[in-house]
T-cell receptor, first 116, second 113 residues
Framework: NAGVTQTPKFRVLKTGQSMTLLCAQD?????MYWYRQDPGMGLRLIHY???????AKGEVPDGYNVSRLKKQNFLLGLESAAPSQTSVYFC???????????????FGPGTRLTVL | QKEVEQDPGPLSVPEGAIVSLNCTYSNSAFQYFMWYRQYSRKGPELLMYTYSSGNKEDGRFTAQVDKSSKYISLFIRDSQPSDSATYLC?????????????FGRGTQLTVWP
């Protein structure tokens, strides 16, 4: 099992350019999440999905869009990149367990994005 | 005020020292408490998982939860250079069907030989 993988690992964009970050998981998890991690800020939730075809906003959704067309993939899009979106982006996934007794999220290796 | 507060450090200790990492929180509905370890340029990995109050031990690591004080701790005994990483506390409430986690900012730990 590869677990959670993210593509690309690194990217440099110019202000105004667009790009899509791809997250894939092979654990058959229902829930998937996108976070950004900035120095001194910890992990902040951007968007999440509780199943194929469903997405919802997290803590810092502005400037991002997401899609979950297949259960194993969760895409994060930046339509018009801004320097404030320079960050490390992590994808995570979680198995849905009745009663909410298992909250472990499995993380990918991250994508380092720089917007000039 | 963030729901979860964690001193970012950095914390630097000699090999063999006992390390204490802490978080406080404000949401009394939190029932599940986790510690993630994140090595440099890697994704976070779950280290310890506890439910409600009490202690949990796993090798050199002990997690404590004091719900009355809204305070959780992670102790590392006989610390090793390989323990050098950022430690993130995370928590969620019972019945959260979304599985949403609330993270602290992370504490950067360096253990020097």
């Amino acid at each position: 099992n590869a677990g959670v993988t993210q593509t690309p690992k690194f990217r440099v964009l110019k202000t105004g350019q667009s790009m899509t970050l791809l997250c894939a998981q092979d654990m058959n998890h229902e829930y998937m999440y996108w976070y950004r991690q900035d120095p001194g800020m910890g992990l902040r939730l951007i968007h999440y999905s509780v199943g194929e075809g469903t997405t919802a906003k997290g803590e810092v959704p502005d400037g991002y869009n997401v899609s979950r067309l297949k259960k194993q993939n969760f895409l994060l899009g930046l339509e018009s990149a801004a320097p404030s979106q320079t960050s490390v982006y992590f994808c995570a996934s979680k198995l849905r367990v009745r009663g909410g007794d298992n909250n472990e999220q499995f993380f990918g290796p991250g994508t380092r994005l720089t917007v000039l | 005020q963030k729901e979860v507060e964690q001193d970012p450090g950095p914390l630097s200790v000699p090999e063999g020292a006992i390390v204490s990492l802490n978080c406080t929180y404000s949401n009394s509905a939190f029932q599940y408490f986790m510690w993630y370890r994140q090595y440099s340029r890697k994704g976070p990995e779950l280290l310890m998982y506890t439910y409600s109050s009490g202690n949990k031990e796993d090798g050199r690591f002990t997690a404590q939860v004091d719900k009355s004080s809204k305070y959780i701790s992670l102790f590392i005994r006989d610390s090793q250079p390989s323990d050098s990483a950022t430690y993130l506390c995370a928590m969620s409430d019972r019945g959260s069907t979304l599985g949403r986690l609330y993270f602290g900012r992370g504490t950067q730990l360096t253990v020097w030989p």
